[in-house]
């Protein structure tokens, strides 16, 4: 069954309160008489349809699907290889490293989002023919809005302009009998993520992330219900004492310090509550300070707190303009770090990003996209 219209009726609670539709009610159903709305309450999942379903669904069309837009086998591998050696690249906060496109059958939902938010927009730059590739970013851009907390509040509409352009544009692609439950359940989306915040709060992430904790707790095959609710018990019974773990770590002595404040040590590791800074490696060192994007090449100890030592991006250009100035999401080229070495408190660090290979330059992106300028109306491929 397939959905190519996207202008229909949307139905409401009221409507299906009277059962207004007679092809889809048969009668009373079970919530019937219960403060439950039975349209606007049921939001949709976007681990399941945007990762699990479209995004897996474009990738398979472009490996196996119709050969007016499978893609070649060289390009295949040219990807696949860009996603393999973005593996040192990937913070340590990922829970998994991107994976050949030969694996694709293989890949969790937490795959997908990294590739739809992260490195598939990079990996894909200069390898898919534009239009394919504009069609990709249109998704991208307008997930990238509607998992933000601060954008999803003030910038909903224009994700949801944007979702309807990637599907109508998707069916000119691919054909309208592609669009499918998943492809057209994205025009609802963004309604959804007004009514209840950013798409992360209403999303299956936290309850399959809780499943693999759970299978931890299962030891041997039979009884597995069983022995989770024994484990469980275990846990919540048994008072343990709190680890009083430091979270500086790796102390060394070659590091640039600020001239002002007494130096007690330095160190090249550093755990924060929401991030891990590592001085001395591809992916865990780039950052956000105050407005600035730079790169952290020292952690220092000081009497009157923590510092850190920075150097900032110059030479920054947009990654790409369409659907919008990807600067305007604080997505940017860049080449190489200014000489002059800078130093603020921890306290000022305000994001952490990925920053990806890509020729010559690295793509920055911020973990959490916050701060947008003005957002283009003009979103027509």
Known sequence: MTY????????????????????????????????VR?????????MHLVCLGVVRRLINLWLKGPLKFRLPSRLVNIISESLVNMRSYIPDEFARKPRSLREVD????????????YTG??????VLDPV?????????????????????????????????TFVSHYGELYGKDLIVYNVHGLVHLAQDSKNF?????????????????????????????????????????????????TSLK??????PVPLGPVVIRQYSEMKLEDYIIRINSNNNNTFVIGSNLCRIVNVIECRDGVYVAYKKFSDMSPFFSYPIDSRLLNVVCVSQLQSDTHFAKVSEISQKCVALPYQDKFVVIPFS????RHLSDDINP
């Open 369 to 372: 996209i916050c701060k947008i």
């Open 38 to 46: 039975m349209v606007s309450q049921f939001p949709l999942d976007y």
């Open 4 to 35: 190519p219209v996207l202008d229909s009726v949307v139905r409401t609670d009221e409507d299906f309160s009277r059962q207004a539709d007679e092809e889809h009610h048969h009668g009373p159903h079970p919530f019937t008489g219960v403060n």
């Open 197 to 245: 915040g950013c798409l992360d709060l209403i999303s299956s992430f936290p309850f399959e992330n809780y499943l693999g904790k759970l299978k931890k707790l299962v030891r041997k095959p039979s009884y597995p219900l069983a022995q989770i609710i024994r484990r469980l018990s275990e846990l919540t019974s048994v008072d343990t004492m709190p680890v009083n773990e």
């Open 121 to 126: 927009p990079v990996v894909l730059c200069g």
């Open 132 to 164: 394919v590739y504009y069609n990709f970013i249109l998704l991208s851009t307008a997930i990238a809005i509607l998992v933000n907390p601060k954008l999803a509040e003030t910038h909903t509409d224009f994700a949801n302009s944007l979702l309807h």
């Open 250 to 255: 790796k102390e060394h002595l070659h590091g």
């Open 106 to 117: 293989r890949w969790k939902a937490t795959e997908f989002r990294q590739f739809l938010l």
